[in-house]
């Protein structure tokens, strides 16, 4: 195996498509978005990466079947823009590794003739939020009008601690490399996975690119985290007023 | 030396050999398997393989004579299959030295006209076990019945956290080489070297291969650790209430 | 990108210059000399350096727009010597990128000519001073009598521990290349970012190469690190016997 | 600068000269002993060896001048044997490093027909202890006799845990190459700078090589920290019966 191994899957026709990524992140915020549009829209496999700054390790599938650690791009056709998806479990382990995957997947995109690229995260508030903006940062000033009118917030120097792991690299480097690129970032806590962060940030993608997708098992895991939610809040806040009444009665 | 440095110690003449590997990992599991049939079983040294990414040090023997850290792999002569095994101190300390001397293993094995493998482990359970079921993994789901008429249980996406270190990556790599690789593992607390799990491994292997190997080091070591074990478990439960009695008469 | 990328934004005609280093570290002090003298005199961007062994992210500026990390070199334009200064956000994340950065940085001071070099930096006391002194170290001792005469004291094998990152590597590798190098550390706490050890070392740099910045932007820092060093001194004391006499007479 | 550099300083003319290391380790022995070796007896400094593997950092000297991270290669000239004895202040940072780091070491003394190479080094007890033995091991078991002779141990695959880092390497690497092979191990506790065991080891390695340098420099730092140990164990014991009686009367 190369330092990394692209192994291609299939060759698919695509009409200047839109590279998006979400790997696992703050939140699995991007993680999220990009495996609900592989899911829900129709889809097909082009190329699984590989390499040797991935961990060392398989996952297994529910088949008992091996995969090796990777990342992979599907083709997805929307009623709108064309689009290449990347996903996966992973992100590469060591700071020279992420420059090299994150390289090799704009190669990728650049395979396709892709010139626009949006990175898909979390932004962590430190706090449960109710709602979740998008925020926004830019390889390009240009961009923010039309990203502003889907929704994106921008917020001067924001986030304050940069855009950290492949998100950040594949604006940076693909700003270099000329990509129209951005970052989309749904405000999350930070300590749990969040699809209503996922929601949000689906949505502006929706919208710049001219697609719809089925949001109901997306809704599904909310409403199970929104449990999960509910439960830690009133651990935080023990017991209510009116518990404290009932023993004052009693 | 090179980064991967294979010194050949023999050239043994071999029948369509299987690849077993048993390095250091859950339970030691895989280790004592490997290391117990080429004790017990007709071996001779093949190869010792050195690397810049194993750990920088040497081991005493005890003849006071230092070994460079490195793996060993042996030509095994059983009555059923030719068997190649892997053992050693060691796996590779950092994530690129991993994938690198794995392939380095799939090499040797290639150069013996190997096509089948073995990665022999632990899967931790997180408590004490009386049952050690073997768990299976495979590169291809066409080698599940074998597999499991020889006993291996399959079940859905288990391990949870993949395969993690040389046993991960021999099935993923080996069987993206074409290798019918599996991955066999011992179900095992993980908190202590197994040789029970060991034995529970070593008969579906014995089984799978059609060789048989005197166990009786093995029952040795397995009888140690249960003296161990049972140690362990007085101190959790703290003592009897045979104990209190004898207190509360006195 | 390599795995050193210079991207060259202008080319100055430089008369002798000179090379100064104030990347982050203890107290910032070395960072801020440099951040203050590229803002207030007259200055221009020369060079980006980017590098797989900055870390993995970009930074966000006050209009969303996202900067690949790396270092930065500016020629600035002073009523004495021609300057060009390094500085930036991050060091190198490890061992082999640190000696591999820091040769890149001397070849763009070679690139112009600069045979002379002054890594700026910060020299902890472990406790709060209210006098920072500038302490030296040199690639030749023939350049001693120069900076004592600037202000610059020296003491025998101090810092104790060596001078560690950029600024230790440039006086290392600088010299062995054959730079008149040295480094200026001014005395700090190392718990706090300390403008006014950067004063104390601009002073010196000033007087050593004739030229004068206004100080005021450095001056405004210092009053607001002030203001948080006399509160950390009040927590540490307490209340005064004042505060008590009060609640006596209470 | 390359990955290793070494810097030639001087070409002595050495008759089969032996190889002796005392890099940072355990109870700095090792360091103690060819130090100390290198100032007492007639020597020159023939190499320095520089490499991206070290810490990335400067010594200051008594003189305020930077020296690169580094080992440092000196001959010396004894009634005995001639020697080519390697100290310094540091080892390197990483595995690969270390290999990279050691083999280097090994080409110096090839580049001057060494074949004996003795690495020395401390091997910790866990308590302090009075009578310093000096455990040994070889690449060769020829080699025992004539160490056993000059007072070297041999204790059953000992150290347990192997032999970490240049000491081992030179040994593990240095006997792969064909040198004859030891490292000689001074018992020390681990936890203090331990001038005893490095005579411990001198007197060994003087009896091995046929010379004898002055200890009194040794025998002063072995004093000193006499006291720090004494007073060690009488915080360790608390007061003595003595002041028991004492404070009784009172």
């Not at 915020?29 to 097909?44: I, Y």
Request: proline share 4%; glycine share 12%.
């Amino acid at each position: 195996m190369d330092e990394i191994d692209i192994a291609w899957a299939s060759e698919p026709d695509l009409d200047d498509p839109v590279f998006v990524e979400g790997l696992p992140g703050v939140g699995h915020v991007g993680k999220l978005v990009a495996e609900h549009v592989v899911e829900e829209a129709d889809s097909e496999l082009v190329a699984r990466v590989h390499s040797e700054h991935f961990p060392p390790q398989v996952t297994v599938d529910d088949d008992s079947v091996a995969e090796l650690a990777g990342a992979e791009v599907h083709a997805v056709d929307t009623a709108g823009r064309d689009l290449l998806v990347l996903s996966g479990n992973h992100q590469a382990q060591d700071n020279v590794g992420h420059y090299r995957v994150s390289n090799a997947f704009l190669d990728v995109a650049e395979e396709f003739g892709a010139t626009e690229l949006y990175a898909l995260g979390g932004v962590p508030t430190g706090e449960l939020v109710d709602e979740h903006d998008v925020i926004g940062a830019v390889s390009d000033p240009a961009l923010k009008d039309r990203l502003a009118d889907a929704g994106v917030e921008f917020r001067s120097e924001e986030p304050a601690g940069g855009i950290v792991g492949s998100s950040g690299l594949l604006l940076g480097l693909g700003g270099r490399r000329g990509f129209d690129a951005a970052c989309l970032m749904g405000e999350t806590s930070g300590y749990l996975v969040d699809p209503k962060a996922a929601k949000a940030v689906l949505a502006v993608l929706e919208d710049l690119l001219g697609f719809d997708v089925d949001e109901e098992a997306l809704d599904d895991r909310a409403d199970e985290m929104e449990e999960v939610v509910s439960r830690l809040r009133e651990m935080e806040e023990g017991p209510s007023p009116g518990d404290e009444d009932l023993r004052y009665i009693g």
